[in-house]
């Protein structure tokens, strides 16, 4: 008989949390998941990824974007969005997917506990805040946080929920608004940027630095950029945003240069905290940095051997895909079952309209390591599939070395970005060639044969350079 209630309690359901449970109870562990009544499946479900890929769906969806190129730019499905349309979509993938890990966790033999969970000692979790205001505590031999973050708030700015909105709240606008500033251009920023200026509302976002996503391929940022602004989209990069008032019908927003923008909405997405400060971590023997994050070892396990942290809590690269591996992985450490370590190679898909997706190196990054590389590029507009799906913009980058051949990056930009990079993970994971691309025959009409036409075009430009070298 164990001393515990429980071999594992996960504290949190998003991505983390479900497979840390979910490779737990797969042992034969006996498994509890704290988390409050309307937030089964995490931020995750509720308010971050899917809500925000279901809305940009419908957006691409209803506005008829991807189609204007075959029928003209007047071209939409429905001519008077609205806010209702948009959430209708998004409200019901979100309740569908709440029962996917209801249904997942119940047939695991994983308890659902509802309410916010509190360390009162390292292995004991107090749950408050059930439905029916029950409580309760819970012991268990292991432990692991997985309770992600929120948007940050600065102390400065009123945030009203009706005009100046946090990424949360953005989704409970009552209209689609005509005017709107986005105050930060990270991911989440960009993201929704987009969507809006897709619905047909004048965006300005406000970057205090002077680039946005530096982690990408500039090249592919700048035709980002370059569709954002023909979407109405104002870029204020280098400025800070200093103040936001509130009228009855407007806002302002000034900027540290003396620059006053008005608009009808406001969105901050200017970062995410630690969901920490209720978590009684004085109680377990652990301790937060100022962002809220807890840190780890290279198994997710914080200072406390017996407590794990995974997911967003933890920070970079804070993604569902990774929060999802890194539960499986906390689990499988706390009972001592064998399992690789992840991939060091992974993706990254940005679900701009148009979505971005890489891996792998870029080109800056061989620069600077003095690797030398040679780039191999497909326009859509030159593929039969991208004709047909009036896509003009799209392309595909690939780089390669011209050492060995070996494929060292992929880029792309455009209709099914984020899918479409996974074969060029799977070929780098494997340590194959460009020649392999060569030598594949793919599906015709196909975006996928864009890989032949880039490998084709950085083979062509390897050779050339043989040849001179030869001569
Ligand atoms: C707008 C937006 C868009 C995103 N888009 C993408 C995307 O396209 N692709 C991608 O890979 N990632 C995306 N992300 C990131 C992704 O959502 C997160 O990486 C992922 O949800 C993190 O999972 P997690 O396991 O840390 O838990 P989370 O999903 O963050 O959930 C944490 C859970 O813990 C619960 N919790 C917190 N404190 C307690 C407590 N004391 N007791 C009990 N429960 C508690 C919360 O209620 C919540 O349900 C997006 C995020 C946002 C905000
Ligand atoms: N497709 C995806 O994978 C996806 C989508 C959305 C979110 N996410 C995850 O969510 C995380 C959080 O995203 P985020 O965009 O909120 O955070 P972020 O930290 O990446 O970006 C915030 C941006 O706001 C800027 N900023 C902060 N204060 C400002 C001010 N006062 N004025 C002007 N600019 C200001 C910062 O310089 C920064 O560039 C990301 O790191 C990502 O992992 C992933």
Known sequence: MS???YDLIVIGSGPGGQKAAIAAAKLGKRVAVVDRHDMVG???VNT?????KTLREA?????????????????????DITIADLMARTQHVIGREVEVVRAQLMRNGVHLVSGLGRFTDPHTVAVEGGPRGERTSLTGEYVVIATGTRPARPPEVDFDEARVLDSDEILSLDRIPSSLVVVGA???GIEYASMFAALGCRVTVVEQRERMLEFCDPEIVESLKFHLRDLAVTFRFG???????????????????GKRIPAEAVMYSAGRQGMTDALGLEHAGLTADKRGRLAVDDHYRTEVPHIYAVGDVIGFPALAATSMDQGRLAAYHAFGEPANELAALQPIGIYTIPEISYCGATEAELTSSSIPYEIGTARYRELARGQIAGD?????KLLVSTEDRK????????????DLVHIGQAVMGCGGTVDYLVDTVFNYPTLSEAYKVAALDATNKIRALARFTTT
């Open 3 to 5: 001393a515990y209630d």
């Open 42 to 44: 995490g931020v995750c």
């Open 48 to 52: 971050g990824t899917i809500p925000s």
């Open 59 to 79: 957006v691409h969806y209803l506005t008829g974007m991807s189609q204007r190129e075959l029928y003209g730019a007047s071209y939409r499905v429905k001519q």
């Open 186 to 188: 990270g991911v989440i």
């Open 239 to 257: 400025e800070k945003v200093v103040d936001v008032a509130v009228g009855e019908h407007a806002t302002v927003t000034s900027l540290a240069s």
């Open 392 to 396: 003009s913009y799209g392309m595909l």
């Open 407 to 418: 494929l060292l990056g992929v880029h792309v930009f455009g209709t099914g970005a984020t």
